[in-house]
Every structure is written in C-alpha cells, then in structure tokens.
C-alpha cells in the first residue's frame, strides 16, 4: 500500500505561481511512477504531469506544459507540482497518485493504483 497526501493548495491571482506538494509513505517508491492529475467541477479527471521515481523523465500534459514543473525529492519521499502562469481554468481539486512504472508514461486516471485525497487549486481572474 501507499499512501499519499497533498498539500500546497490555495487561493491564487491569475499569472500567479503556486506551489504542491505530495507525500508518500507505506512502501518503497522505486518502482513507481508518481503523478498529478486535477479535476474542475463538471469535467473529468485530467492528466498534469507525471515523473518515474527516481529516473526522472518528467511529462506533462497539454494543460500545463511550459507552465508547470514536476520534481521528486527522493530523501523526503515527496513529489513536488510547481505551476507558473496561473489561469482561472487551472481552478480544479489537484490530485497526487501513483502506479507502478509502465514503458511508457500512463496519462489515464483509471490505470493509476494510489491516490491521495486531493488539494483544491483556485485561481481568480
């Protein structure tokens, strides 16, 4: 089992910056894909960005690549979402989950094992 939980969310200006946090316990990592995934009222569950624990080779979706960037701190078993350039469409409860590594990186949320509880994200306009 693992166990995830968020932090980090808040209230933010459009343009702004914000930072997530995800920390993992129960079991080792190292054969693990850790992701971000986010989910705004009325819309599905959307992939952000994902990084394979302890490799690296971060990949993020459409929604925030140039805006976002995905880190692991490995010590501190916790997996970090820093976004840029904040949007009121970025509004959404942000998700941490993890799978076991695949060939490639999965961007379904149905194929992810873990999830934590979720942090909500506002950005205001």
């Known amino acids: 089992q693992v166990q995830l939980v968020e932090s980090g969310g808040g209230l933010v200006q459009a343009g702004g910056s914000l930072g997530l946090s995800c920390a993992a316990s129960g079991r080792s990592l190292s054969s693990y894909t850790m992701a971000w995934f986010r989910q705004a009222p009325g819309k599905e569950r959307e992939f952000v960005a994902a990084?394979?624990?302890?490799?690296?080779?971060?990949w993020y979706g459409d929604s925030m690549k140039g805006r976002g960037t995905i880190s692991e701190d490995i010590a501190k078993n916790t997996v970090y979402l820093r976004m840029f350039r904040l949007k009121p469409e970025d509004t959404a409860v942000y998700y941490c989950?993890?799978?076991?590594?695949?060939?490639?990186?999965?961007?379904?949320?149905?194929?992810?094992?873990?999830w934590g509880q979720g942090t909500q994200v506002t950005v205001s306009s």
């Open positions: 990084i394979r624990w302890n490799i690296g080779s971060p």
């Open positions: 989950a993890a799978i076991k590594s695949q060939d490639g990186i999965v961007t379904m949320s149905e194929e992810y094992d873990y």
